[in-house]
């Protein structure tokens, strides 16, 4: 009996650490990609903030939170229904749904590409040739996102990774030929073709042709999700662009690039925020299918890892040396540094948030996480603008801190209340076909 026992127990411990491994491995990818993903992002702020200054960052930082807008539609439409129902199944199912979503990100990017077309055109001056200039490289921008979030599905995390860093090397002459022409919309384009160039090397990776054709019937298959999902982000990314267009009216555009500047001084964990459903979802899926009782710590996890994280770095801003902070944002760090403690704040209380978000994903409660989105979408509106009524950009940071700590409260009160109606009533996970 005892060798019976022993012999069983052992294949048992291995798959169990072969499981462990596996997690382990797709999870480093993960943060290798979110790395690569962060030094781009960071590099761009850093380069276009000491070639332009703050009024003009300004200017380049309503254009990306723009796209941040834009891309969170896709996200909603396309690639989160992908990643919560198409993560870890038999491949003739992936590569069907990639295609169709990833057909469905290039109709978002030409859709609303021309809408931004329009509006550029109608702005006139620096505004809107940079959003004209965003409208042109808008659906390379959202394919090359739509790749990663396939590759992550497919537990592929290298592929994703090294699509990134691909982004990365083009991004190096096209911000040299940028900074010689000296323009906002010049920068914007250097931006969007070099992620062109990873959306096209995303499709030799794959061997999938996007189908846009298809993009209706997607749409149709996934409602249930897709349009709760849509309505969740946008109101998340439409509530950065309502603060960032409130400060602007508010305080100025220069407070608008004061707010980027601190925001890039903490851009390692934002990147991770802004894509961490490419890792999280699928993995919350995963636990939920083989351990769902595991699925709450494991959120706690990374979303009290994250919170840790973003709380370390901020402490390391405030002991950075000023002239250390002039070298990496020139003009701009004189305003950015006033605000490192109330956006430190935030960016943790937002990491605590995603982990809670990533399980209400996983378990398909689209009503409660949009219940929670919208919530704190609100606060981050009213908290953000109100701020800076009372107390201009800090009051601002200080609001929308305040805000981001009190959504996180209510991503967590929601996510306990699914896992024990999971945990009543076991719902089977997802369509693979």
Not at 67 to 91: C, H, I, K, M, W
Not at 170 to 187: C, D, K, Q
Not at 285 to 296: P, Y
Not at 319 to 329: Q, T
Request: proline letters at 3%; aromatic letters at 8%; one cysteine or more.
């Amino acid at each position: 009996m005892t060798a019976t026992t022993t012999a069983s127990a052992a294949p048992g411990g291995d798959g169990r650490r072969t499981a462990r491994r596996a997690l382990v491995g797709r999870l480093s990818w993960g943060l290798a990609d979110q790395a690569a993903s962060s030094v781009s992002n960071f590099a761009v702020g850093i380069y276009v903030a000491r070639s332009l200054g703050v009024t003009a960052f300004g200017v380049f930082s309503l254009a990306w939170v723009t796209y941040g807008v834009v891309l969170n539609v896709s996200r909603g439409l396309a690639t989160d229904p992908l990643v919560v129902r198409f993560s870890g199944v038999p491949e003739a199912s992936w590569r069907g749904a990639v295609a169709r979503s990833t057909g469905t990100a290039l109709g978002v990017g030409t859709a609303i590409g021309a809408v931004c077309l329009v509006a550029g055109l109608g702005l006139g001056g620096r505004v809107g040739a940079a959003f004209a200039a965003l409208a042109v490289m808008m659906p390379g921008l959202l394919l090359q996102d739509a790749w990663r979030f396939s590759f992550f599905a497919a537990g592929a995390g290298r592929k994703a990774f090294v699509n990134d860093v691909v982004w990365g090397v083009a991004l190096v002459p096209a911000m040299v030929v940028a900074a010689r022409v000296g323009s906002v919309a010049a920068f914007v384009l250097a931006w969007g073709a070099s992620a062109t160039v990873a959306a096209g090397y995303g499709y030799l990776q794959s061997g999938i042709r996007p189908r846009i054709a298809e993009a209706r019937g997607w749409l149709r298959e996934q409602r249930d999700l897709g349009y709760r999902y849509l309505v969740e982000n946008v109101s998340l990314s439409g509530a950065s662009q309502l603060r960032a267009y409130g400060l602007g009216a508010i305080a100025g555009v220069g407070a608008v690039g004061a707010v980027r500047g601190a925001e890039l001084l903490l851009g390692p964990f934002l990147a991770v925020l802004m894509g961490l459903s490419l890792v999280t979802v699928p993995e919350a899926a995963r636990v939920l299918r083989q351990a769902s009782h595991r699925l709450g710590g494991f959120c706690l996890l990374l979303g009290g890892g994250q919170a840790v994280g973003a709380l370390l770095w901020g402490s390391a801003l405030l002991l950075m040396p000023g002239r250390l902070g002039e070298l990496a944002l020139g003009d701009v760090w004189h305003s950015s540094s006033q605000l490192i403690v109330p956006i430190t704040l935030g960016v943790a209380g937002a990491g605590l948030g995603t982990g809670a978000a990533a399980g209400l994903r996983a378990l398909g409660a689209a009503r409660r996480s949009l219940r929670c989105q919208l919530f704190a979408s609100a606060c981050y509106v009213g908290g953000g603008l109100g701020g800076a009524a009372a107390g201009g950009t800090v009051g601002s940071a200080w609001g929308v801190a305040a805000a981001t700590l009190s959504g996180s409260a209510v991503w967590w009160l929601q996510l306990r209340s699914a896992l024990r109606e999971h945990h009543r009533t076991p719902v089977p996970q997802g369509r693979t076909s």
